[in-house]
């Protein structure tokens, strides 16, 4: 027979399991809650299950708005959408987002969000702790700084629909800090470990490597190289990318269509040329072709017969790129991301204005290029030092 409903007090209504277990506080069913509106009695249960906190904390929250002074629509007191099911219709409406941004939104909510909030009330998690536990949670497992940056805008972005539509009062995420940002130190390629990784990798990829040292492209753009993408007066357009999905997709921070242009040097057109006619390119004219399952071990083609008629992999690359670099006996802080800092860095360097290289480089915003390269301007300590010396001491 079923146990008794506990009552949390007289008026306030009760929690109760519908199983026939003979220890109902030990099992693992789902608990229900019950009470009164307007001498109606009501019952409510959750379609994930409530574990017993739960159930008491949605009942509270059915008191506060029973009991409070001013009138309460009766919208208030019904069930309110669990976080991960507001945040999926949410995310299923922002059909301005492109789809990488929109995977990487659901692997950081699936993977590191839901696991603890998302069978929560969303109204709950903004009156409570919880975001800004789990946002320290993220913080302690070694999460980068822009991860965290990402993860922080999205949660701000849906808690801040949820207010607008008045679920909830208060967005919680404004009170989050994020932790200090780290400084733009990264280990920088000479151009001797520049070339002697390009000899190392399969000579059907090395001119990735120029591509990126040469032009600043991100590894989605390297592997999109296109014939179309040359244009008069050494200019580089690059529209698309190659995504680790598989398939081309918009530039990073760009809508679909939209483009950005970068220098290309006559020596790179040269060797993209030299490239074409000892490879050929895909029918659609693609430069780096992935390879067949049946020529995987070939280290030393000889031709292009062995290609597939699609760009390569984010994978085989990755795998390459590591090859490569143990061969060349690189420091393992290099990564392709290397070759846009080797990019950037020779611009600035040599006077290129930091509003042009952010141009270059793609970025969102230009305070990415200044915090990232600002330590490279030429001599601009030692001028400021100057000046400061003339104006205390002369």
Partial sequence: MPQKPISLGHGKGSIFKRCECADQTRCKHEWHIRYRIDGRPREEGHDQGWTRRQAEGRLKEVNRAKFAEAPVERATIRSVPSFERFTSDYLRGRIDLGKNTQRNYRSILENHVYPELGRLPINRIARNPHVLNQFKHLIDTGFTYGRLKVTRDLLHMVFEEARLEKVITDNPVTRIPLPPEPLGEFYLPTPQEIHALAEAMPPHLSLGIYLGAGCGLRLGEILAANTSCLREGNTYRLNHQWTKHGEFGPLKHRLQGEYRDTPISDELVSHMEEHQKRYALTPDGYYLRGMRREFLKLRVPQGGE?????????????????????????????????????????????????SD????????????????????????????????SKALFQ
């Fill in 357 to 388: 290289v952010a141009d270059y480089m793609g970025h969102k915003d230009m305070q990415v290029t200044h915090k990232t390269y600002k330590h490279l301007l030429p001599e601009s300590l030692t001028s400021m030092s100057r000046v400061v």
């Fill in 306 to 354: 062995h290609l597939r008629n699609a760009p390569v992999s984010h994978a085989a690359w990755a795998t390459a790129f590591s090859t490569a670099r143990r061969i060349a006996q690189i420091p393992p802080e290099v990564d392709t991301k290397s070759l846009r800092h080797f990019f950037a860095s020779t611009a600035v360097r040599n006077g290129i204005p930091l």
